[in-house]
Structures are given as C-alpha cells and as structure tokens.
C-alpha cells in the first residue's frame, strides 16, 4: 500500500479480573457473569493477549463511584448483604434493588471491579498510552445517579466519559445494545460535550421504554441525544446500513475527541432477553466501522443472555479490534464444552420476520439526519 494508507498496528489495552466469573445474580437470573471468564478464555485460546495489554483494572473507590452517583447510594451498596437486607426494605424500594437489581454475595466488589476497568481504560487513553481500551465487564448503561436499573448497579460508562471529558471537549457515546442506553442519556441529556446515540428495540413495553426518535436531549443538551429506535427482526443489512449512515454523518457534525462504544450481545440473533436478528459479523461490523475513524476508543460489553454466544461475539470484536481475521474452528480449551458439538466461532443470523419496513427505517433515518443538521459546531 502507499505510505500514506501504512499505519502500524493499534496499541490494545484489555481490562479482565478474573473474580467477576464467579459472580452469580442468582437462580433464573438472565445475567450470567460467567459468560465474561468464558470469553476471556476463548481470547486467550486465539492467543490475542499476546498482540495487546493485559491488566487488572484497580478497584474503583467509593469516591470515583460518587463522581457520578449519589454518595448515600454508593454507601448503601457498599453496605448492604444477601444477609442484611431484609432490615432494609425501605431502602432497598427507594433505590429499586430487587428482582431485576438484586442484593448478592460481593455486589459492591463487583461493582468496584466492572466500574475500575472502565475508569482503567478511559485513563490509559487520556495519557495516551494506548489508541484503543476494552472492558468486556463494562458496559452497563441502564444505572442512575440514585437507583439501580435493569440488572445495572454502578453506570461505569458514565464514569469513563467524565473521565474522558478532562482530556477532550467532545465525546461520542455508541450504544448497540438491544435495550435503550437510558442511564447515559440522562445523565448527559442537558450538555452538548457528550453526544449519545442509541439501537435499541422500541415499543411493546420493550425495557425500559424511554428511546422515541423524538427523544433528543434538551437545552444545551438538544440535539445531542440521538435515539434509533427498532422494532423486531432487524437483520444485518438493515442495521449495518442504518448504522453507517448515522454514525458517519454524527462523526463528520460532531468531531467528537473520543468515542465510547457499548457493545451489548443481546442484538444477536438468538439472545434469550433481544428480539434482533443480528450475526456476529454483523454485530461485529459496527465495531470494525467505529474503528477506521482512529479516534481514542473505549469498548465496553454490555447486555448478552445466551452466554456462548456473548463470548463468540466479544471474542470477534477483540479480533476486529486487533486487525486479527480468526479462524472458525475453536482452538482446543478448557471452555471447548460450551462451544460443541460444532466447536464454531461463527453464529450465522436467525430466520425470524423483520418488522422493520424499508419506509420505517427511511422515516427513523431522515428524523435523525434532519435533527443532526440543526447542530453547527
Ligand atoms: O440492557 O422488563 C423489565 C422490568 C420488569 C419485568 C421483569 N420483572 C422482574 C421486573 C419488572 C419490568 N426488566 C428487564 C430488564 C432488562 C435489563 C437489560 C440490561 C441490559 O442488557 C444491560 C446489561 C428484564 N427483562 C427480563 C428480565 N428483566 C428478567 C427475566 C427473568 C428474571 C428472573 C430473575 C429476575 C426475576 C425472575 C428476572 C428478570
Ligand atoms: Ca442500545
Ligand atoms: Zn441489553
């Protein structure tokens, strides 16, 4: 290639503690922390630690959690046991743990170690140590300053953007996520240094029901939320189309600094909580178009219910992010079991109906597109 289009690799960093494995929701729980050390497996089985960074993101301490959430909050979560609880009712109706959110053995721990590894990746790229950091814990977006949200404790994601904004004017937050990126919404709803951009199902009571085109931030804040809500059975096509026409005009308007991407797995075809009808390549395309931009990046997970899949799907995506093509057939490894009988790394989409009409996804894109004209920075 000429020399113009020659770029070395990026330098990877990648958050992993290998506790958050063991971590258990409880019986019937969609939420599998599980599928985290099974995709730190699979990485390693295509040996990818040998082409980044390893670490073991710190602990985040109460105070990095406040800077964000409200200090009664992080004091009630650091204190509260599966034991204990039951002296809490009140507190526990008032900052909504329970059946979605529950009260678990190591929560806070849990919290401090998923909440670290963002915080981790958000500096790293400050000091400009690295181009591109991952935290496969990360990712999740539904918590709010006081209240836990949809299996969502700690808003990591918010917290890496805070820390990303003392290095940079303008950050762009990417949610491809099936449920609606709600919690990073709100809390940048009213500023224009963030621009947050949600996929997510919309409609038939779909969690957590906030996401319409017309949600658009307000104040300093309008026109810097951007919301492309989905109806069921979105397919690769679709979805890669819509994907790369918004993201490349929000990129060309916003000139963000840095971008944040959160790449919940429950888009895939297949999840046990989503309703899309993404593929893997499809799911992992928008990260490979993220990419080319070489903005600083910081990639999270997020949602991802049928766990062999959720680590098929961030193993590709560490690949993509890596520049690294991995073959099909799953290295032998002490996770093989949950990969067989086909021991694939591929999942191909599903063949559910897609409810999204072409003049539906027109509609939703020029209601996006017109919104993005009435910004001029
Ligand atoms: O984006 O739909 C809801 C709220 C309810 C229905 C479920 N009940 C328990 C509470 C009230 C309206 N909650 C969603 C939350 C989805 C969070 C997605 C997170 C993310 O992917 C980011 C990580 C929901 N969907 C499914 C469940 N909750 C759910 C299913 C099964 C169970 C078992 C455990 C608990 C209670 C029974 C539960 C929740
Ligand atoms: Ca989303
Ligand atoms: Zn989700």
Redesign the pocket.
């Known amino acids: 290639p000429p020399i113009a289009e020659m770029r070395s690799k990026d330098r990877i960093s990648y958050f992993y503690d290998g506790d958050v494995g063991s971590v258990y929701f ?1 019986p ?4 599998k922390p599980h599928r985290l050390s099974m995709t730190h497996h699979l990485v390693l089985s295509y040996d990818l630690h040998n082409k980044m960074e390893i670490y073991r993101p710190h602990k985040a301490y109460p105070v990095e959690l406040a800077q964000f959430h409200s200090a009664d909050y992080v004091e009630f979560l650091h204190r509260i046991t599966p034991d204990s609880q039951h002296l809490f009712s009140h507190e526990l109706a008032k900052y909504n743990l329970g ?2 959110c529950p009260v678990f053995e190591n929560l806070f721990e849990f919290c401090q170690i998923y909440a670290g590894g963002t915080i981790d990746a958000a500096r790293r790229l400050n000091n400009q140590v690295c181009d591109i950091a991952i935290n496969w814990a990360g ?4 918590a709010k300053k006081c209240e836990a949200s ?3 404790y700690i808003n990591d994601l918010v917290l890496g953007i805070l820390e990303l904004l003392k290095h940079h004017p303008r950050v762009l937050y990417i949610d491809i ?3 609606h990126g709600d919690g990073v919404e709100e809390a940048f709803y009213f500023t224009d240094r963030v621009m947050t951009v949600s996929f997510h199902k919309y409609g038939d009571m779909f ?2 029901g906030t996401g319409d085109v017309k949600e658009i931030g307000e104040r300093e804040g309008k026109f810097y939320a951007i919301n492309v809500p989905l109806k069921d059975g979105i397919d690769d096509t679709s979805f890669n189309r819509l994907f790369k026409t918004i993201i490349s005009k929000v990129v060309e308007t916003y000139l963000p600094g840095a971008i944040v991407l959160q790449c ?1 797995a ?1 888009s895939l075809a297949g999840d046990r ?1 989503g309703c899309f009808n993404l593929s893997i390549d499809g799911h992992a395309e928008c990260v490979r178009f993220v990419k080319k931009f070489n903005l600083p990046l910081l990639v999270t997970g ?3 219910y049928t766990k062999e899949n959720v680590a098929r799907c961030w193993t590709v995506e560490t690949g993509v992010l890596l520049d690294t093509e991995l073959p099909n057939e799953i290295p032998d490894n002490e996770y093989i079991k949950y990969f067989a009988p086909e021991c694939a790394l591929r999942i191909p989409s599903g063949h559910i109906e897609n409810l999204n009409s072409k003049s539906y996804l027109s509609t939703i894109k020029m209601q996006v597109l017109e919104n993005l004209r009435s910004i001029q920075h």
């Open positions: 409880g019937n729980h969609p939420m059946e979605d990712g999740l977006h539904h949809g299996f969502c996520d099936v449920h969690f957590p919940g429950d909580l997020g949602g991802g």
